[in-house]
C-alpha cells in the first residue's frame, strides 16, 4: 500500500520504503523529469502528480500553477548550478589550473544531472518564453567573467590567442550537448553515454581539446 503525507511534507511511504524527501521536492524532481523529457507545452499538472503519486490539490496547495513550478524548477537548477562552479570560480588557482577545474566541475554537475541539461536546452531553443525572465541575461555575468578572465590569461602570455566568446561558446556545446543528445549518440557510439568510463573518455577529451587551444607549445 502507498502512503503519502502530501500536504505538510513529512516523509512519505511508498511500498513499505519511506522516502525521507518532502513533498515539495518530490514534486521539484518530477517535474524536472517530466519538462525535461516532454517539454514545458506537452507537461501537465497531471503527469507530475502521477510521478509523485499525489493527489492535484495536494500539489497547488505548494505551487499555484505549472508556470509557478516551471520556475521553480529552473531556479533550483540555476541555484545548484552555480554552487557547484562557485568552488572552481572562486578559487585562488590561476591560468590553466582554474580553467581545468572549472571544466571539470562543470561537466561533473552535468554528469549528475543530465535532466537539467536537457531542460536548459529546451529553455534555449524556445528563447526563455515559458519562464518570465531572461535567461541570457541571468547566465550574461557568469560568460562575461569567463571571457575577460582568458582575455586577460591570453594578454599575459599564458594562453593562446583566442576569441575568448567563441572559445567559451565551443565549450557550452561541447559539454552540453553531449548530455542533451545521450539517445542520438549510443547509436553512434555503440555504448551508454552515461556509462562511466563513456563519461571518463568524455571528460578527459574535453580537458585535451581546451589544453590544445589555450597552452602554447
Given at each position: ?6 500536504v505538510?511534507?513529512a516523509?512519505?511511504?511508498v511500498g513499505?520504503?519511506v522516502?525521507?524527501k518532502?513533498?515539495?521536492?518530490q514534486?521539484l ?5 517530466c519538462?525535461?523529457?516532454?517539454g514545458?507545452?506537452?507537461t501537465?499538472?497531471n503527469?507530475?502528480?502521477?510521478e ?5 490539490q495536494?500539489?497547488?496547495h505548494h505551487f499555484a500553477?505549472?508556470e509557478?513550478l516551471y520556475?521553480?524548477?529552473f531556479?533550483?537548477?540555476l541555484?545548484?548550478?552555480f554552487?557547484?562552479l562557485?568552488?572552481a570560480?572562486?578559487s585562488t588557482?590561476?591560468g590553466w589550473p ?7 566541475a562543470?561537466f ?6 543530465p535532466s ?6 529546451r529553455e ?6 515559458h519562464l518570465?525572465?531572461?535567461l ?17 590569461e591570453?594578454?599575459a602570455?599564458n ?6 566568446e567563441?572559445?567559451l561558446l565551443?565549450?557550452?556545446g561541447?559539454l552540453l550537448?553531449?548530455?542533451s543528445?545521450a539517445p542520438?549518440l549510443?547509436g553512434?557510439l555503440d ?10 573518455r568524455?571528460?578527459e577529451?574535453i580537458?585535451?581539446?581546451?589544453t ?5 607549445t
Amino acid at each position: 500500500m502507498s502512503v503519502t503525507n502530501d500536504v505538510d511534507g513529512a516523509p512519505t511511504e511508498v511500498g513499505g520504503a519511506v522516502d525521507d524527501k518532502s513533498t515539495r521536492d518530490q514534486i521539484l524532481d518530477a517535474a524536472l523529469e517530466c519538462f525535461a523529457q516532454t517539454g514545458y507545452s506537452a507537461t501537465s499538472l497531471n503527469d507530475i502528480v502521477a510521478e509523485v503519486g499525489i493527489r492535484r490539490q495536494s500539489l497547488l496547495h505548494h505551487f499555484a500553477s505549472k508556470e509557478t513550478l516551471y520556475g521553480e524548477v529552473f531556479e533550483r537548477l540555476l541555484s545548484d548550478w552555480f554552487a557547484r562552479l562557485a568552488g572552481a570560480i572562486e578559487s585562488t588557482a590561476t591560468g590553466w589550473p582554474k580553467v581545468e577545474q572549472v571544466l571539470r566541475a562543470g561537466f561533473g554537475f552535468f554528469a549528475d544531472n543530465p535532466s537539467y541539461v536537457t531542460l536548459m536546452r529546451r529553455e534555449a531553443i524556445d528563447g526563455g518564453s515559458h519562464l518570465g525572465i531572461d535567461l541570457a541575461a541571468v547566465l550574461r555575468p557568469m560568460f562575461d567573467q569567463a571571457a575577460n578572465y582568458l582575455r586577460r590569461e591570453m594578454a599575459a602570455g599564458n594562453f593562446r590567442e583566442q576569441n575568448p566568446e567563441q572559445l567559451l561558446l565551443t565549450g557550452y556545446g561541447a559539454l552540453l550537448s553531449y548530455f542533451s543528445d545521450a539517445p542520438f549518440l549510443e547509436g553512434l557510439l555503440d555504448e551508454d553515454p552515461f556509462a562511466p568510463a563513456a563519461l571518463d573518455r568524455r571528460c578527459e577529451h574535453i580537458i585535451d581539446f581546451f589544453t590544445a587551444a589555450l597552452i602554447p607549445t
